[in-house]
């Protein structure tokens, strides 16, 4: 058995018990292969144990592994901050994009796709950790930023994201999970038209079993399938960071 699939089984285990312990069936937690600075080799590994759903956080990185990858029955999220002079690269191989955490990015899909002619899935993430680093829409402006967002055409709002605060402590990161799910309550009592929420997207590797009893209906994990990065989270996340762009 390689590592990627001893891991793979650790993790359904995970779920399966963080479901047991709040009664939830784990048939409603998708797991989402965060896959990172990994090549497509490894992710090849996971995909032949029966794994369909991946994201990526770099348009560069959707680009180097299409090709290997293209004869997998793969879903491809982008789950990372998404560049705008990158964003129509970005559509030419992704599905669905969980990180719409601007206006003016929704609004650049919105015209690229009319363009195409074409709908695209999105997410919308929130910072609900309230760190300066992470991207994402402030919880306060969910309503409006729903609202306005709806009004695009060609995107479909199907969920919600978030990255919780990223602590060893998971318990830490529970409020910031919690906002999510009430992010998306409020977003359905609102019933603002052309919204069909589906997804909460929460939960990776340290907080997995949290972000299940907070709802999360999809968990996101690189690390404990794929194992330790080298590269520091903070390129993925930080804005600010000038390394942002060194390739991998
Ligand atoms: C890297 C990443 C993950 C997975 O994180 P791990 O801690 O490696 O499991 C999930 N979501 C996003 C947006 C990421 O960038």
């Not at 479901?19 to 590994?45: F, H």
């Not at 910072?127 to 991207?135: L, Y």
């Not at 399938?225 to 390129?235: H, L, N, Q, Y």
């Amino acid at each position: 058995m390689s590592d990627v699939e001893r891991n793979l089984k650790a993790i359904y285990e995970r779920i399966k018990n963080a479901c047991i312990a709040c009664d939830r069936s784990p048939s409603e937690v998708r797991l989402m292969l965060a896959t990172k600075t990994n090549p497509a080799e490894r992710i090849i590994e996971a995909l032949k144990c029966g794994e369909t759903l991946i994201g990526e956080n770099r348009v560069q990185e959707l680009v180097a592994k299409a090709d290997a990858l293209s004869g997998w029955p793969i879903e491809k999220h982008m789950i990372g901050h998404l560049q705008s002079n990158k964003a129509a690269k970005a559509l030419d191989h992704v599905t669905c994009i969980q990180s719409i955490d601007r206006m003016s990015i929704a609004e650049r899909l919105n015209t690229l796709l009319a363009k195409r002619e074409k709908q695209l899935d999105v997410y919308l993430q929130f910072n609900t950790s309230g760190e300066s680093s992470k991207f994402g829409f402030d919880p306060n402006e969910a309503v409006s930023v729903a609202r306005e967002i709806a009004q695009f055409e060609h995107l479909k709002i199907k969920g919600v994201m978030t990255i919780g605060l990223l602590v060893p402590e998971p318990v830490l990161s529970r409020s910031s999970l919690r906002d999510l799910r009430i992010i998306y309550d409020r977003l359905n009592e609102e019933a603002i038209p052309g919204i069909d929420l589906q997804e909460i997207s929460m939960g990776m590797s340290t907080d997995l079993e949290v972000a299940i009893e907070e709802g999360s209906t999809m968990v996101r994990i690189g690390t404990d399938i794929f194992g330790k990065r080298e590269t520091p989270p903070g390129i993925f996340w930080n804005e600010n960071d000038p390394s942002r762009e060194a390739p991998i």
